[in-house]
């Protein structure tokens, strides 16, 4: 049996390079300060989907949602070996929350239709929020399994996966269609291939193609590309049916307050020596504070 999958892909902030340059006045990141990378845990997502189509046969198809430059991810997912990749780009799906990013992403793996798996990382490390997998199985009535490392089995209509739980592990089934999150221990992603990579290098989406230039000149770039097969697939809120007034800033029930950035000020602190005396003398005093035994 073939099964039809669908991969979700955020592009996020590096955030191992966060510095006060990359903060805003507000407190939030500003994303422009920071390179772009392919969400760990959706790597980890892409690469269990791209495995599961090795041992079981189907198509792979790779997702993401952001400004033009997340263009990046749908060429990162085609030369890591998906079959096919979309960016949903519009305005109108800006500044969206977890609420109005899982159904905008709803509506865009609907328009892929006929699915059988739906592959996301369990989490984005911008956000770290967990939600969007969850609330997306929600949106199309779908079970879900969460922090899965690994599908033990698909037949018959089912998957049979191990999912992480504090402590240990555990065997779970569910019947398909079915989302799995995917938990960065899962594997270990594979680089793009060589031949792909040559192929997709200058595979381009007509929003990076208008930005910065005017129609005219970008229209014959596109034009270009899509005889060569490069232009990558770009679609916005009217492409795939979605409801304008719950994408983006509009369909956000999400609404910040007050953010304050938190100062540590440093507390009582005693130096010690680095001799096997102070260290000693240390431990003694540790004792007999009781802070071990």
């Known amino acids: 049996m073939s099964y039809k999958m669908v991969v979700l892909a955020k592009q996020v902030p590096d955030t191992k390079n966060i510095t006060g340059d990359a903060m805003k006045e507000d407190g939030t990141v500003n994303r ?8 760990p845990e959706d790597l980890s997502a892409l690469e269990m989907a791209l495995a599961a189509r090795e041992k079981y046969g189907g198509h792979v198809t790779a997702l993401t949602m952001g400004p033009p430059r997340a263009a990046e991810i749908v060429r990162q997912s085609l030369m890591r070996g998906a079959d096919d990749a979309a960016l949903i780009c519009d305005r109108r799906a800006a500044v969206a929350d977890t609420l109005a990013t899982a159904y905008t992403l709803s509506c865009a793996v609907a328009k892929v239709g006929g699915f059988d798996l739906i592959f996301c990382g369990r989490q984005a490390i911008d956000g770290d929020t967990a939600q969007v997998g969850p609330q997306l199985a929600g ?3 779908i079970p879900q399994v969460t922090y899965v490392e690994e599908i033990r089995d698909l037949a018959d209509g089912t998957i049979t996966a191990r999912r992480n739980i504090e402590g240990g592990y ?23 291939a060589a031949k792909l990579l040559m192929q997709y290098k200058k595979a381009r989406a007509p929003i990076e193609l208008k930005t910065g230039q005017g129609d005219d000149n970008a229209q014959v770039e596109i034009d270009k590309l899509k005889k060569r097969g490069l232009l990558l697939k770009e679609w916005d809120v009217d492409c795939i049916g979605a409801d304008c007034s719950r994408c983006g800033h509009a369909g956000s029930a999400t609404h910040v307050m007050n953010i ?5 000020a440093a507390g009582e602190h005693k130096s010690i020596e680095p001799t096997h005396e102070a260290i000693a003398e240390l431990v003694k005093e540790l ?6 035994d």
């Not at 422009?32 to 969400?39: K, T």
């Not at 304050?260 to 540590?264: A, F, I, N, Y």
């Not at 004792?287 to 071990?292: G, I, K, L, P, R």
């Open 287 to 292: 004792v007999e504070d009781h802070a071990f």
């Open 260 to 264: 304050e950035s938190v100062v540590l």
């Open 32 to 39: 422009s300060a920071l390179p772009a990378i392919f969400n």
């Open 170 to 192: 555990e065997i779970v089934q569910s019947k398909l269609p079915a989302l799995l999150t995917v938990v960065g221990t899962a594997n270990e992603p594979r680089p793009p």
């Open 139 to 141: 949106k199309l009535n």
